[in-house]
C-alpha cells in the first residue's frame, strides 16, 4: 500500500530555501558594511531656477512702516549696497585735474554682433556656478520675537553620512496642556539617542521627528537626545531645520562638510630663520638669459644655497649651470602665467619668493624679515618694493572692491592705497595687490593658480582671482632692484633685448589686444573696472 506523499514538503522546502536567501543577504550585508544603504539615486543636476543675484535683499516689513513717518539719512544710505552698481567716472576736481579716475566698460572687447550671446553664456555658467557654491547655511533667517523655543544660531556640524546630538534644543513654556515640539530637515533623518519616560516620539529616523508630552521638564530632556544624521551626500553643503511649536516657528541651519586637510611643512626649529629650508626662488624667463644669470648670481651673494626654480619658454633654451638650480623648459612662447604655474608647481618648501628675471638682489632685500612676518602673522603673502635705477621704487600698494551688480554684472573698483598698517612690523601695511615682488605660502599660491591664458602680460588678474581667498600684506622697506632700462644713444641694444621687446607688450589692434578685458567679463562676471 502507498503512503500517501506529505504536503508539507514542499512548504519546507520553500522555507529553507527563504533561509537560506535571507542568511546570505545578511551576510553580504555584514561583508560590504553600509554600501548597500546608499545606493539610491540623488538628483545633482543643475536646476533651472535662477539663484538670485548678490547678497540678501532684506526688505522692512511693511508693519513697521506704514504710519510711521521717517526721512532717510542720505549720509549713510549713501554707504548701504546697492542691487545695482554703476559704472560711472568719478567726478571730483581733482580726480579730473590728475587723471586718476577710469571707467573700462569690459563688455565693448567682444563685437557688437556676439555680445548677446557671450552674455547669455556668461549667465548659464553664472548660474551653475552659484549652485555649486550656494548652500542653505547662506539663507537668510530671521529670529521672531518672543519665540519660547531655544536653538542653536550657529557652529552645528555634521560630517557627511555621519550622525551628532544637535545642542541646545528647548522649550521654555508654561501651563500647557500639552507640549509638541517638531523638527524638519531636507537632507537628513532625526532620531532619539535615548527615550524618556512620558514623552512620545514619532518618526524616529525619518526627516520629521514629531515630541509631545504632558510634562514640559521631560519634553526638555528628550530634546537634548534629538540626533540628526546626513543621508545625502554632500562635501560642503548644509541643511536647514525648521523647528517648530504651537504658534511659533524657527529654522537654524546644519552645515555639512568634510575637514578640510591641513597641508604642513616638516621643517626642523633651529634659532633664527633657515631661508634656504623654507624659501624656494620662482621665475619665468624668456630669451632675456643675461638677465636672468645677473639675477642668479645676486641671490647666490646672500642666499647661497636656497633653490631656484626657473620655467624657460625661449626659443633656443640654453642650460642654466649651477648648484640648487632647478630649469624647467616649456614649449616656445607658452606663455608667462602659463609659466609662473610651472615653476610654481615645483616648489616644495613652504614658501615661496617669486622674482622676475630681471631683478636684482641688494643689501636690503631682506627674506628673513618676509620669513618672519609670514610666520607670525595670518597674512598669506607679503610684497616688497622694487627699485628703479633712478631710486624710485614702487610697492603697487591697492585695494580691490566689487559691487553687487545685476544682470549685467558685477563693478570692480581698484583704488591706490592700503587698509590698515600691521602691527609689530613698521612699514608693513595690509592691501589687496602688491608687485611682482613677494614671498607667499607655496599652497596659497597653488589654489589661486595663475590663468594659462595670459601668456604675454598680465599681473592685477592673479589679484582678482585671489581677492577672498588671499591675506595680503606688502612692506616698503624690503627692496630688490630692477635692471636698468635706461637705453643711451650710444648704448647697442642686444639681440635678445630687441626680441623681448617685440613680444612682451600686446597691441591693441592684435587678436589678443583685450583679452583681459573679455577674462574680467566672462571669466570673473564684471561689467566694468573702475580705478581711483
Given at each position: 500500500?502507498?503512503?500517501?506523499?506529505?504536503?508539507?514538503?514542499?512548504?519546507?522546502?520553500?522555507?529553507?530555501?527563504?533561509?537560506?536567501?535571507?542568511?546570505?543577504?545578511?551576510?553580504?550585508?555584514?561583508?560590504?558594511?553600509?554600501?548597500?544603504?546608499?545606493?539610491?539615486?540623488?538628483?545633482?543636476?543643475?536646476?533651472?531656477?535662477?539663484?538670485?543675484?548678490?547678497?540678501h535683499d532684506y526688505q522692512w516689513r511693511k508693519s513697521?512702516?506704514?504710519?510711521?513717518?521717517?526721512?532717510?539719512?542720505?549720509?549713510?544710505?549713501?554707504?548701504?549696497?546697492?542691487?545695482?552698481?554703476?559704472?560711472?567716472?568719478?567726478?571730483?576736481?581733482?580726480?579730473?585735474?590728475?587723471?586718476?579716475?577710469?571707467?573700462?566698460?569690459?563688455?565693448?572687447?567682444?563685437?557688437?554682433?556676439?555680445?548677446?550671446?557671450?552674455?547669455?553664456?556668461?549667465?548659464?555658467?553664472?548660474?551653475?556656478?552659484?549652485?555649486?557654491?550656494?548652500?542653505?547655511?547662506?539663507?537668510?533667517?530671521?529670529?521672531?520675537?518672543?519665540?519660547?523655543?531655544?536653538?542653536?544660531?550657529?557652529?552645528?556640524?555634521?560630517?557627511?553620512?555621519?550622525?551628532?546630538?544637535?545642542?541646545?534644543?528647548?522649550?521654555?513654556?508654561?501651563?500647557?496642556?500639552?507640549?509638541?515640539?517638531?523638527?524638519?530637515?531636507?537632507?537628513?533623518?532625526?532620531?532619539?539617542?535615548?527615550?524618556?519616560?512620558?514623552?512620545?516620539?514619532?518618526?524616529?529616523?525619518?526627516?520629521?521627528?514629531?515630541?509631545?508630552?504632558?510634562?514640559?521638564?521631560?519634553?526638555?530632556?528628550?530634546?537634548?537626545?534629538?540626533?540628526?544624521?546626513?543621508?545625502?551626500?554632500?562635501?560642503?553643503?548644509?541643511?536647514?531645520?525648521?523647528?517648530?511649536?504651537?504658534?511659533?516657528?524657527?529654522?537654524?541651519?546644519?552645515?555639512?562638510?568634510?575637514?578640510?586637510?591641513?597641508?604642513?611643512?616638516?621643517?626642523?626649529?633651529?634659532?633664527?630663520?633657515?631661508?634656504?629650508?623654507?624659501?624656494?626662488?620662482?621665475?619665468?624667463?624668456?630669451?632675456?638669459?643675461?638677465?636672468?644669470?645677473?639675477?642668479?648670481?645676486?641671490?647666490?651673494?646672500?642666499?647661497?644655497?636656497?633653490?631656484?626654480?626657473?620655467?624657460?619658454?625661449?626659443?633656443?633654451?640654453?642650460?642654466?649651470?649651477?648648484?640648487?638650480?632647478?630649469?624647467?623648459?616649456?614649449?616656445?612662447?607658452?606663455?608667462?602665467?602659463?609659466?609662473?604655474?610651472?615653476?610654481?608647481?615645483?616648489?616644495?618648501?613652504?614658501?615661496?619668493?617669486?622674482?622676475?628675471?630681471?631683478?636684482?638682489?641688494?643689501?636690503?632685500?631682506?627674506?628673513?624679515?618676509?620669513?618672519?612676518?609670514?610666520?607670525?602673522?595670518?597674512?598669506?603673502?607679503?610684497?616688497?618694493?622694487?627699485?628703479?635705477?633712478?631710486?624710485?621704487?614702487?610697492?603697487?600698494?591697492?585695494?580691490m572692491s566689487v559691487e553687487q551688480g545685476g544682470k549685467?554684472?558685477?563693478?570692480?573698483?581698484?583704488?591706490?592705497?592700503?587698509?590698515?598698517?600691521?602691527?609689530?612690523?613698521?612699514?608693513?601695511?595690509?592691501?589687496?595687490?602688491?608687485?611682482?615682488?613677494?614671498?607667499?605660502?607655496?599652497?596659497?599660491?597653488?589654489?589661486?593658480?595663475?590663468?594659462?591664458?595670459?601668456?604675454?602680460?598680465?599681473?592685477?588678474?592673479?589679484?582678482?582671482?585671489?581677492?577672498?581667498?588671499?591675506?595680503?600684506?606688502?612692506?616698503?622697506?624690503?627692496?630688490?632692484?630692477?635692471?636698468?632700462?635706461?637705453?643711451?644713444?650710444?648704448?647697442?641694444?642686444?639681440?635678445?633685448?630687441?626680441?623681448?621687446?617685440?613680444?612682451?607688450?600686446?597691441?591693441?589692434?592684435?587678436?589678443?589686444?583685450?583679452?583681459?578685458?573679455?577674462?574680467?567679463?566672462?571669466?570673473?562676471?564684471?561689467?566694468?573696472?573702475?580705478?581711483?
Open positions: 500500500m502507498r503512503r500517501p506523499v506529505s504536503r508539507m514538503r514542499p512548504l519546507k522546502k520553500i522555507a529553507c530555501t527563504s533561509l537560506l536567501v535571507a542568511v546570505v543577504i545578511v551576510v553580504l550585508c555584514e561583508l560590504t558594511g553600509n554600501k548597500w544603504q546608499y545606493r539610491m539615486a540623488v538628483d545633482i543636476h543643475y536646476r533651472m531656477e535662477s539663484i538670485p543675484y548678490g547678497q513697521v512702516l506704514n504710519g510711521s513717518m521717517y526721512k532717510w539719512k542720505e549720509s549713510v544710505v549713501r554707504q548701504l549696497t546697492k542691487k545695482d552698481c554703476k559704472c560711472e567716472k568719478e567726478e571730483s576736481p581733482l580726480s579730473r585735474l590728475l587723471n586718476w579716475s577710469s571707467v573700462t566698460e569690459l563688455e565693448t572687447a567682444f563685437n557688437a554682433a556676439e555680445r548677446l550671446e557671450v552674455k547669455q553664456r556668461r549667465e548659464k555658467e553664472y548660474q551653475h556656478f552659484l549652485q555649486r557654491m550656494k548652500t542653505s547655511a547662506d539663507a537668510l533667517l530671521i529670529a521672531r520675537a518672543n519665540s519660547p523655543l531655544e536653538y542653536p544660531i550657529q557652529g552645528v556640524e555634521v560630517r557627511p553620512l555621519k550622525s551628532i546630538l544637535i545642542p541646545g534644543l528647548s522649550l521654555q513654556a508654561k501651563y500647557w496642556r500639552r507640549y509638541e515640539v517638531n523638527v524638519t530637515a531636507a537632507l537628513g533623518t532625526f532620531d532619539v539617542a535615548a527615550e524618556v519616560d512620558e514623552v512620545m516620539v514619532e518618526g524616529a529616523g525619518q526627516m520629521h521627528l514629531s515630541l509631545s508630552s504632558a510634562q514640559v521638564d521631560n519634553l526638555n530632556r528628550q530634546l537634548q537626545f534629538i540626533t540628526y544624521t546626513n543621508t545625502i551626500f554632500n562635501p560642503n553643503t548644509a541643511d536647514t531645520v525648521l523647528l517648530k511649536t504651537a504658534g511659533h516657528q524657527a529654522a537654524f541651519t546644519i552645515k555639512i562638510r568634510h575637514p578640510v586637510i591641513p597641508k604642513l611643512y616638516n621643517v626642523k626649529s633651529q634659532s633664527g630663520y633657515n631661508v634656504s629650508a623654507l624659501v624656494t626662488v620662482a621665475t619665468k624667463t624668456f630669451l632675456r638669459y643675461d638677465k636672468l644669470r645677473e639675477l642668479i648670481s645676486s641671490i647666490r651673494r646672500f642666499y647661497p644655497t636656497v633653490t631656484i626654480v626657473i620655467a624657460d619658454d625661449s626659443s633656443n633654451p640654453q642650460k642654466i649651470e649651477g648648484p640648487f638650480i632647478e630649469q624647467y623648459f616649456m614649449p616656445y612662447r607658452k606663455g608667462w602665467f602659463a609659466g609662473r604655474n610651472l615653476a610654481v608647481s615645483q616648489v616644495q618648501t613652504k614658501y615661496l619668493l617669486w622674482v622676475d628675471d630681471d631683478f636684482i638682489f641688494a643689501s636690503d632685500t631682506k627674506l628673513e624679515k618676509m620669513v618672519e612676518i609670514l610666520e607670525k602673522t595670518t597674512l598669506d603673502m607679503v610684497g616688497g618694493s622694487v627699485r628703479e635705477v633712478t631710486q624710485y621704487s614702487t610697492t603697487f600698494q591697492h585695494t549685467d554684472g558685477d563693478c570692480l573698483t581698484v583704488r591706490k592705497g592700503f587698509y590698515h598698517e600691521v602691527e609689530g612690523f613698521p612699514n608693513c601695511v595690509v592691501v589687496d595687490a602688491i608687485v611682482n615682488f613677494f614671498m607667499a605660502r607655496t599652497n596659497k599660491v597653488q589654489q589661486v593658480g595663475f590663468d594659462p591664458l595670459i601668456a604675454r602680460q598680465g599681473h592685477l588678474e592673479f589679484f582678482i582671482d585671489g581677492l577672498g581667498l588671499l591675506h595680503v600684506g606688502s612692506c616698503s622697506d624690503i627692496k630688490v632692484d630692477h635692471a636698468s632700462k635706461i637705453v643711451m644713444p650710444w648704448t647697442r641694444q642686444s639681440e635678445s633685448d630687441r626680441l623681448y621687446k617685440g613680444f612682451r607688450y600686446v597691441q591693441p589692434l592684435e587678436d589678443d589686444g583685450r583679452l583681459q578685458e573679455k577674462l574680467l567679463y566672462f571669466k570673473n562676471r564684471l561689467k566694468c573696472m573702475k580705478s581711483k
